[in-house]
């Protein structure tokens, strides 16, 4: 079956603009979770998504909302890119967080660089 | 709060070396634990995990315990390959908690 689908793959911004993500998770997942990659920084939990609601968010500005729709698909959001938001950006989904031992199936990612 | 720690590397060995990264972790309540790999231009897969205590997860010649005692998860694998250079993550999740993850281990092995 179909992995988890980003788009766009790559992308290139200036300072001051807005961006926005989209994830498809696997079929049947209803989790979606969003994480920011750095070279400093490592992986970095942005936020968690669950039957539309957001369940959990990492320690990220406003700036990085989020969004998940009724068919388990999600969209990320940056506003206002500064230089620092350069970085890959990962979704991954689950079937749910109510499985305890539910592994992460990760996309290939998004990669922005902010000029 | 739950923390995993791990070695940073960068780890390089020569091929058919034996191969360990160290993982130890905190968390409050009981966590499954995962080793992800990440090859260059891709995201992260699941290399193995393990849900309880002595539980060992293996794949692809990889191996690792899950030691209640000493909190730890160390990766394993008895004879590297070339094509095993990569970024390998130690993980944890807490049920009804996001998954932790550490900065991640750095691999090379030479021909």
């Known amino acids: 079956k179909a992995g988890v689908t980003q788009t766009p793959r790559y992308l290139i911004k200036t300072r001051g603009q807005q961006v926005t993500l989209s994830c498809s998770p696997i079929s049947g997942h209803r989790s979606v979770s969003w994480y920011q990659q750095t070279p400093g920084q490592g992986l970095q939990f942005l936020f968690e998504y669950f039957s539309e609601t957001q369940r959990n968010k990492g320690n990220f500005p406003g700036r990085f909302s989020g969004r998940q729709f009724s068919n388990s698909r999600s969209e990320m959001n940056v506003s206002t890119l500064e230089l620092g938001d350069s970085a890959l950006y990962l979704c991954a989904s689950s079937w749910g967080p109510e499985t305890n031992t539910g592994e992460l199936f990760f996309g290939e990612g998004s990669r922005l660089t902010v000029l | 709060g739950n923390s995993v720690t791990q070695m940073e590397g960068p780890v390089t060995l020569s091929e058919e070396a034996f191969l360990t990264i160290n993982c130890t972790y905190t968390?409050?309540?009981?966590?499954?634990l995962f080793w992800y790999v990440q090859y260059p231009g891709e995201g992260l897969q699941l290399l193995l995990k393990a849900t309880k205590a002595d539980d060992k997860g293996s794949n692809k010649g990889f191996e690792a315990t899950y030691r209640k005692e000493t909190t730890s998860f160390h990766l394993e694998k008895g004879s590297v390959q070339v094509s095993d250079s990569a970024v390998y993550f130690c993980?944890?999740?807490?049920?009804?908690?996001?998954?932790?993850f550490g900065p991640g281990t750095r691999l090379s092995v030479l021909p």
């Open positions: 993980a944890l999740r807490v049920y009804g908690q996001n998954f932790v």
């Open positions: 968390a409050t309540g009981y966590p499954s």
